[in-house]
């Protein structure tokens, strides 16, 4: 089965600290690169996720995030830094004797000051965790994406294979009407001109015209390189680039064939031919 480098997977999960959500989006690339977004408490699991998500991917540029929403705050989730507010009491009654008329403090204005109120600290390694885990079906997500999109790319690369097989099979069949066709060409230009040649003269400038012409070779090759396509379909493993070389041997078989074409339809055939290979070409891009 053939992997597309192209997906996108979200996963989400409420856990005792705080809402996690993993996302990750990848497209085409000549190699792995790897993007990474993560809040600040989890920066010590950069070089572990990129280890992860390489182990998963052979190709693409993938850009994956984190993000981390505490749990709602409430009585439980909120403590007081007993020390700093009691000092700013006492600093407050240091300085009350010189102002005029001083306002009275009030609890709320004490508990606005920075750091007098705090969220406690959540439980990192735990937190860390449940982030890996969740991570894993983040990249099973991604994964069975890219897999659905390759199998959309098989079928596209199925279906032009097909099509250049049916060129060459007709290329092929037509081979012996060229060859006699240009007989018949030289023989016409030879009584316009009214002059004598020996049959056996003339057979032997068909046969080193038809030589020079001759594209069995090149059928014979566009064959062999449809069978190579079938065969590394069917690897387990990232086969973009073997696709991508084959991509650049099709269409050096088709410009050859048509500059040795001497026959409108042969023309036509390999023009055909590059409009397909091109196609796949361009499916192949998206192949890991």
Request: glycine share 6%.
């Amino acid at each position: 089965m053939i992997h597309s480098m192209t997906g996108f997977s979200r996963a989400e999960a409420e856990t005792p600290n705080g809402t996690l959500a993993w996302e990750m989006k990848s497209v085409n690339h000549r190699y792995l690169e790897v993007s990474l977004r993560l809040p600040e408490a989890f920066r010590a699991l950069e070089n572990a996720v990129r280890e992860r998500v390489q182990a998963r991917l052979g190709r693409g540029k993938v850009e994956v995030s984190l993000r981390h929403q505490a749990p709602a705050g409430g009585e439980a989730g909120l403590e007081v830094n007993e020390p700093l507010a009691k000092r700013l009491i006492e600093v407050c009654g240091q300085v009350e004797h010189w102002v005029m008329n001083p306002a009275r403090i009030t609890a709320l204005e004490i508990l606005r000051w920075p750091g007098v109120v705090r969220e406690p600290a959540p439980d990192l390694e735990s937190l860390h965790g449940e982030a890996m885990t969740l991570l894993d079906a983040a990249l099973d997500e991604l994964a069975a994406t890219r897999a659905r999109e390759g199998a959309r790319l098989r079928e596209t690369l199925e279906t032009r294979c097909k099509a250049i097989s049916e060129l060459v099979a007709q290329v092929r069949e037509r081979r012996p009407k060229v060859v006699e066709a240009l007989r018949e060409k030289w023989r016409a230009r030879i009584a316009d001109l009214g002059v004598d040649m020996e049959p056996g003269r003339l057979e032997q400038e068909l046969a080193l015209q038809a030589q020079r012409l001759d594209v069995d070779e090149e059928l014979d090759r566009l064959d062999g390189h449809l069978k190579e396509v079938a065969l590394i379909l069917e690897r387990d493993e990232p086969v973009g680039r073997r696709l991508d070389f084959l991509m650049q041997e099709f269409n050096r078989e088709a410009n050859t064939l048509g500059s040795k074409s001497s026959d409108m339809e042969t023309t036509k055939a390999a023009v055909e031919l590059k409009v397909l290979i091109e196609q796949m070409r361009e499916q192949v891009q998206n192949v890991e």
